[in-house]
């Protein structure tokens, strides 16, 4: 039986904004587990027999968001690995979920009062920032939607239409921490540094 309830950080910010890269380092820092969404679904998109590879390839290139019950389906799998593993893991950064309305009342309904949402870390960058890395990344990346195209629609249809007004929600119960994500990784690291220390 799992004897602690996860406490979550829900890990948001534009494409490219460095999510992943300052989950890395909150791992090596912190007693966290990181989980990608994104990173989630694209193990689950190359897995043979998986019945949602398809499914999940076209909305990613799309820059679209998959349908929750299966990324919940696979958060919820690699949460309750890591603490069937180790009961001492129960703190986990999400990164790159809640990212829509879907996805936001899919974590409701099968894990309310199953995991506490602690707080949204949310990395703030330019539309610009955002496009430049993902376009310098996309050189040696092979994402399939480290491209304009793609780009254009996870930044502006899928990010800012969608996602922001999930982040603005959860910034009206005061639970969200915006740190700019413009700088150098080390200078956002501080930031993040700071928030940690005193909550995390
Ligand atoms: N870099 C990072 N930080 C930097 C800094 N401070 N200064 C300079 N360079 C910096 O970083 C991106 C690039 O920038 C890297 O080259 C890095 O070295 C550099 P990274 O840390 O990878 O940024 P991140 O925010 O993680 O970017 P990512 O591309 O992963 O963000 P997305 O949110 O777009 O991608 P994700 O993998 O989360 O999702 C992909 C797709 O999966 C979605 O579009 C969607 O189709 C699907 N998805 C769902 O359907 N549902 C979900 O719940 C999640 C994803
Ligand atoms: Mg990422």
């Not at 696979?74 to 990212?99: C, H, Q, S, V, Y």
């Not at 990395?123 to 092979?142: A, H, M, Q, T, Y």
């Not at 956002?188 to 220390?197: A, E, G, P, Q, T």
Request: net charge neutral; proline share 3%; aromatic share 8%.
């Amino acid at each position: 039986a799992l004897t602690m309830k996860p406490q979550v950080i829900f890990v948001l910010g534009g494409p490219g904004a460095g999510k992943g890269t300052q989950c890395t380092k909150i791992v090596e820092h912190y007693g966290y587990t990181h989980l990608s969404a994104g990173d989630l679904l694209r193990y689950e998109r190359k897995r043979p027999d998986s019945e949602f590879g398809q499914l999940i390839d076209s909305y990613i290139k799309e820059g679209r968001i998959v349908p929750v019950e299966i990324t919940i389906n696979l958060l919820r799998k690699a949460m309750e690995k890591t603490m069937t593993e180790n009961e001492n893991k129960f703190r986990f950064l999400i990164d790159g979920f809640p990212r829509n309305l879907d996805n936001f009342e899919g974590w409701t309904r099968d894990m309310d009062g199953k995991a506490d949402v602690k707080f949204v870390l949310f990395f703030d960058c330019s539309n610009e920032v955002c496009i430049d890395r993902c376009l310098e990344r996309g050189k040696s990346s092979g994402r399939t939607d480290d491209n304009r195209e793609s780009l254009n629609k996870r930044l502006i249809e899928t990010f800012l239409q969608c996602t922001r007004p999930i982040i603005e929600q959860y910034e009206r119960q005061g639970k969200v921490r915006t740190i700019d994500a413009s700088h150098s990784v080390d200078e956002v690291f501080n930031n993040v540094k700071k928030i940690l220390d005193k909550e995390g």
